[in-house]
């Protein structure tokens, strides 16, 4: 099998370079040292600029849309948000803890970018990983969201889990 894709190679080559003369009879014509055949050169941008012209397409005038804002439409006012922040940025006690966790936060979601593209680059584990999703998904549907009785329980231990992270239980 070695010898016959050699001997193909060795017959492209020789069907290549029978195409090129090996020495050069002239002084003005360079030597060419390829083994593939001489391409033109490449047309520049502006060449095709002037030889396709795209014709803008026909527009219906039946609809028209029109945009407006009111007030009411639930603007949101920039110092008025900037002042509730400062308001509770200064009832904070301990602004250095409340620095720290936000820090925290930002390393543990970069961490977990990383983590994620490096399970994404294995071949097979991004779709297993996908199975063990929609598996997980199936069954915290079949056991808290299918039936009512689940749903109150559901709700149930979520209030206690909001208690204990407020510190009020």
């Known amino acids: ?79 008025e948000l900037l002042t509730d922040l400062k308001e509770k940025w200064d009832a904070v006690e301990n602004k250095s803890t409340v620095i720290v966790y936000g820090g925290g936060a930002i390393v543990a979601v970069w961490l977990s970018s990383i983590v994620v593209g490096a399970i994404n680059s294995v071949p097979l584990l991004p779709k297993i990983m996908e199975l063990v999703g929609l598996g997980y998904t199936g069954w915290f549907v079949y056991r808290y969201l299918l039936f009512k009785s689940s749903r109150k329980e559901l709700a149930e231990d979520i209030e206690q889990l909001k208690k204990k992270i407020a510190g009020t239980e």
């Not at 600029?49 to 920039?78: C, I, M, N, Y």
């Open 1 to 79: 099998m070695a010898a016959a894709a050699a001997s193909t190679s060795m017959a492209a080559t020789a069907v290549f370079a029978s195409r090129f003369p090996l020495s050069s009879t002239t002084k003005s014509a360079p030597v060419r040292c390829s083994a593939l055949p001489y391409l033109p050169p490449r047309l520049s941008a502006t060449a095709f600029s002037t030889s396709f012209q795209f014709a803008e397409p026909k527009r219906s005038s039946l609809l028209h849309v029109k945009a407006s804002s009111s007030e009411e439409s639930g603007a949101v006012d920039t110092s």
